[in-house]
């Protein structure tokens, strides 16, 4: 059982609009602590895609944005592609664990 | 641009230990703070440890204090974990990255990951 829960799937046909939900608590996003999203393609490790709740390393499209509200956060992905088909995680800090902290994931097919 | 590359897939009995390295490349070692993750089939990344820059010192995850130990050869820009005591649980793929410069925007750089097999 993850700290952050997300749902085990997500799907849209392309040029669509989906989004991603992190579920966290009082101790890991409701503290503020920043969430952190990653893409995983298959046999890869995971790759940073937003920091800081809405922040895009450098060479990741406006395409995917990130935002928070209490105790939860969502990664919006826009104008869906077909290279967009993934694993990605929701990550954050826990003040209660005292370390850092990962969903579980959500797979996203693009139909 | 930084690098991080890992030792190879490991086979290992129950009760035994695992080292895993990870090779810096693209910055020194000592200006990076390592952690050290695993990820089961199908599951999400779980973070074991890694160096906190704002203590100066390894912490090491709830999950396996007493059990794991993180160390690093500055001379060989390459840090290490192993993991002690292994169970079929532990079978999973073991990757090394580094936290933002500032510690809390998310992990950048990732190694390629190490497979550890833990089998009788």
């Known amino acids: 059982q993850s700290v952050l829960s997300q749902p085990p799937s997500v799907s849209g046909a392309p040029g669509q609009r989906v989004t991603i939900s992190c579920t966290g608590s009082?101790?890991?996003?409701?503290?503020?602590?920043?969430v952190h999203w990653y893409q995983q393609l298959p046999g890869t490790a995971p790759k940073l895609l937003i920091s800081g709740d809405d922040d895009r390393p450098s060479g990741v499209p406006d395409r995917f944005s990130g935002s928070r509200s209490g105790t939860s956060a969502s990664l919006a992905i826009t104008g869906l592609q077909a290279e967009d088909e993934a694993d990605y995680y929701c990550h954050s800090y826990d003040n209660d664990l005292g370390g850092w902290v990962f969903g579980g994931g959500t797979k996203l097919t693009v139909l | 641009q930084v690098q991080l590359v890992q030792s190879g897939a490991q086979v290992k009995k129950p009760g035994a230990s695992v080292k895993v390295s990870c090779k810096v490349s693209?910055?020194?070692?000592?200006?990076?703070?390592i952690q050290w993750l695993r990820q089961a089939p199908g599951k999400g990344p779980e973070w074991m440890g890694g160096f906190d820059p704002e203590h100066a010192e390894t912490i090491y995850a709830q999950n396996f204090q007493g059990r794991v130990t993180m160390t690093e050869d500055a001379s060989a820009d390459t840090a290490y974990m192993e993991l002690r005591n292994l169970t079929s649980d532990d079978a999973a793929m073991y990757f090394c990255?580094?936290?933002?410069?500032?510690?809390?925007?998310?992990?950048?750089?990732w190694g390629q990951g190490a497979l550890v097999v833990v089998s009788s």
């Open positions: 693209g910055d020194r070692l000592t200006e990076l703070s």
């Open positions: 990255a580094t936290a933002s410069t500032d510690y809390w925007s998310g992990f950048p750089h």
């Open positions: 009082r101790s890991n996003i409701g503290a503020r602590y920043d």
